[in-house]
């Protein structure tokens, strides 16, 4: 049985909150789980911080036995300090427009 680590969706419309889970990979986002590890709030609150609260002796031992955290809570537990930080992603024309991208294609051609 693969585990995975990952985000179950709750709240409201517009207003999300997540829980980390331990569960199956192949039980429903929202479904089944084996246990939960910890919470996220995505949105910013008066303090102007999203809230994480983390189980991280739990989140160790299913790491230890294992389990993969998906890409969403690597990125949490890199930035808590469990996991090393991820390698930024750029693409190699970021932030080249387009016209500029062709007449470059059109100096090699």
């Known amino acids: 049985m693969v585990v995975r680590l990952r985000l179950?969706?709750?709240g409201r419309y517009k207003f999300p909150f997540y829980r980390i889970y331990?569960?199956?990979?192949?039980?429903?986002?929202?479904?089944?789980h084996l246990e939960i590890l910890g919470h996220y709030d995505p949105?910013?609150?008066?303090?102007g911080n999203?809230?994480?609260?983390?189980h991280?002796?739990?989140?160790k031992y299913w790491l230890?036995?294992?389990a993969q955290p998906s890409k969403p809570v690597a990125r949490i537990l890199s930035k808590a300090?469990?996991?090393?930080?991820?390698?930024?992603?750029?693409?190699?024309n970021q932030g080249v427009s387009k016209k500029t991208l062709k007449d470059l294609?059109?100096?090699d051609g």
């Open 8 to 10: 179950a969706r709750f």
């Open 22 to 32: 331990a569960a199956d990979h192949r039980a429903p986002r929202d479904g089944k």
């Open 43 to 47: 949105i910013p609150q008066k303090d």
């Open 50 to 54: 999203k809230h994480v609260g983390l």
């Open 56 to 59: 991280i002796e739990r989140i």
């Open 64 to 66: 230890s036995v294992g």
């Open 81 to 92: 300090g469990i996991l090393p930080t991820l390698p930024e992603r750029q693409h190699a």
């Open 105 to 107: 294609e059109a100096e």
